[in-house]
């Protein structure tokens, strides 16, 4: 089994994989950098899909935006994997053979790791690092925490010290683990703190603590579309795209107008957040909607997980749109069926019922919850969370114990002996949704001194892709070029036809009426017919800015 579907890779090992795949595999496999990280690491994308020069519909994959979130680098990488197995006709998925032959017709992109620098941060010293460990901010000279390693155990842990305000207490029979106080605790109390040191500290008064106090940008707040500066919006950046590794992929996905799906990896949660992230259902494209709810079934049924609206249920403070999000940008700006996933269903293993808003599972837990993961952590993570406490004399706030919570494995990600599973059912949910592509056909006829040329989509989605991506500056239109050469002449003006939209047979879910079933007219295809004078050949290329192009030569006799 491969090595990221039983672990969370370091940065090295991640590379030595994508290039073996590469070099393996040559003809359907290449591995570039589109662009580096402040510490030098490469932003790596593969590139999968036999002649991967020729544009097509291509189908977009990346993980590992946040630092912590590692397990999106391992399904990214096995949905790679399985679409290279799909080619070698060597896969396991549970797929109809005509959908595998489908997406060999598919281009995919994979970005398994965006933030290499955060990823390697978290991985090597335990600390949390929302996006990349850096911070260029200038800072007024207040105190401030930031973390790091002070007992020298290599983990960056957190410290407790008794105090009686504290707003903890240990729980009576899991040394270690600690519980919010309640009135009826008696004590000790602890307050809790990240393991670090306080800048600027005055002896005396101890900062809040805060997860972007040391390192400055979330990556998901840092994209173009509905962007907001701090402190509207925390974790934004000094501007929008500021960051090299957004930058990367923005300029990488201005430059591909063919990616027609986005799936962008998180963890964790267990749910699939679809567009609107500023809006509710109402005030969506119902096309585009109908669309998101195949998919949505699709995720429920194969992923295990809900699909739920970004606006509605996904939101941190009522009416307030999280701004800068990656999936707004590729829906709105670029055109893509796009979404997150938030890998790692903890709140549904813990026994938690499904709330709604799906967010409240975040901040609506109690005591009982906490104790719950903590027999999760002992039965089914071979107790990788929970660590115990010793004292420590810290250099600024005296006596105290470093302990406490291990998030990588079992919290912010699933245990090691989850990693498969999860990998396996999240790539068969979306290659259906990669299976969905547009697809262009074209059939040369010639007869009488004319040429007939009949253009047509044998895919589920229509050449614009979405509905609402029609008034997008992305022209979806399809053109046919004709070339003659011999003997063989055309009209000037029937060099370049206009073929226009070409509608697929999908339409989503609950998009009609189903007890009256009726096709629509010739929506999918369209003929245009030139006259040819003489006798030689004629090369044909019908193309579309979002579906890339066929090509057909034929003779033509007099």
């Known amino acids: ?85 799909v080619h070698r006709g060597a896969d396991q998925l549970d797929l109809p053979m005509h959908v595998k032959e489908r997406l060999k017709s598919v281009l995919f992109y994979v970005l398994p790791r965006m933030s290499p620098d955060g990823a390697d941060a978290v991985l090597r010293d335990g600390r949390f690092v929302r996006s990349n460990p850096r911070d260029r ?34 729980d009576p029979d899991l040394p270690g683990v600690m519980l919010p106080r309640r009135l009826e605790d008696a004590g000790p109390y602890y307050k809790l703190w990240p393991e670090g040191t306080i800048e600027n500290f005055d002896g005396t008064h101890v900062p809040d603590p805060h997860y972007l106090s040391d390192n400055d940008v979330d990556l998901n707040r840092n994209f173009p579309h509905s962007w907001r500066p701090e402190p509207e919006q925390v974790g934004a950046g000094p501007f929008g795209a500021s960051e090299p590794e957004s930058r990367a992929v923005i300029e990488w996905a201005t430059a591909h107008p063919n990616i027609f799906s986005w799936l962008n990896l998180h963890t964790f949660g267990g749910v699939y957040i679809r567009p609107l992230g500023n809006a509710p259902d109402t005030k969506m494209n119902q096309s585009d909607l109908a669309l998101y709810r195949q998919i949505g079934e699709w995720g429920e049924k194969i992923g295990g997980y809900p699909m739920v609206s970004g606006f509605e249920q996904f939101i941190y403070e009522p009416e307030k749109p999280i701004y800068g999000d990656l999936t707004d940008f590729a829906y709105h700006v670029r055109g893509a069926i796009a979404y997150a996933c938030e890998l790692w269903d903890l709140f549904a293993r813990l026994g938690i019922e499904r709330k709604k808003p799906f967010v409240d599972h975040y901040s609506h837990l109690t005591r009982e919850n906490l104790l719950a993961l903590a027999k999760l952590d002992r039965e089914q993570n071979q107790g990788r969370i929970f660590r115990g406490w010793k004292a420590f004399r810290h250099p600024q706030l005296g006596e105290l114990e470093v302990g406490g919570t291990v998030m990588l494995v079992g919290l912010n990600n699933p245990p ?99 007890f009256y079933l009726q096709s629509r007219g010739s929506v999918s295809r369209r003929t245009v017919s030139l006259p040819v004078r003489g006798s030689g050949r004629l090369r044909v290329r019908a193309k579309g800015l979002r579906v890339g192009e066929v090509v057909k030569e034929i003779a033509v006799e007099a």
């Not at 009209?491 to 189903?514: K, P, S, T």
Request: hydrophobic fraction near 45%; charge should be negative.
């Open 1 to 85: 089994m491969s090595p990221f579907r039983t672990s969370y890779l370091r940065y090295e090992e991640l590379t030595r994989i994508v290039h073996e795949w590469a070099r393996a595999q040559p003809d359907i496999v290449r591995v570039s950098s589109i662009g580096k990280s402040p510490e030098g690491r490469d932003l790596w994308l593969l590139e999968i899909g036999a002649d991967p020069d020729r544009l097509r519909a291509a189908a977009w994959v990346d993980g590992n935006m946040h630092a912590t979130e590692v397990c999106g680098s391992s399904v990214a990488l096995a949905i790679a994997e399985d679409v290279i197995a």
């Open 137 to 170: 901010r200038p800072h007024p000279p207040v105190a401030r925490w930031v973390s790091g390693d002070v007992d020298g155990d290599g983990r960056v842990l957190s410290l407790r010290k008794q105090d009686p305000s504290g707003e903890y207490v240990e």
């Open 416 to 514: 090691y002996e989850l990693i498969a599973e999860i990998c396996e059912r999240q790539s068969a949910a979306y290659l259906r949704v990669a299976a969905l592509a547009p697809a262009l056909e074209m059939d040369v006829r010639a007869a009488g001194g004319r040429v007939e040329i009949e253009v047509g989509n044998a895919g589920y989605l229509p050449t614009y892709i979405l509905d609402s991506a029609k008034k997008l500056a992305l022209d979806a239109r399809v053109f046919v070029e004709v070339e003659a050469s011999g003997g063989l002449s055309i009209d000037a003006r029937d060099a370049r036809l206009e073929v226009g939209h070409l509608e697929g047979w999908g339409r989503g879910l609950y998009a009609e009426f189903i």
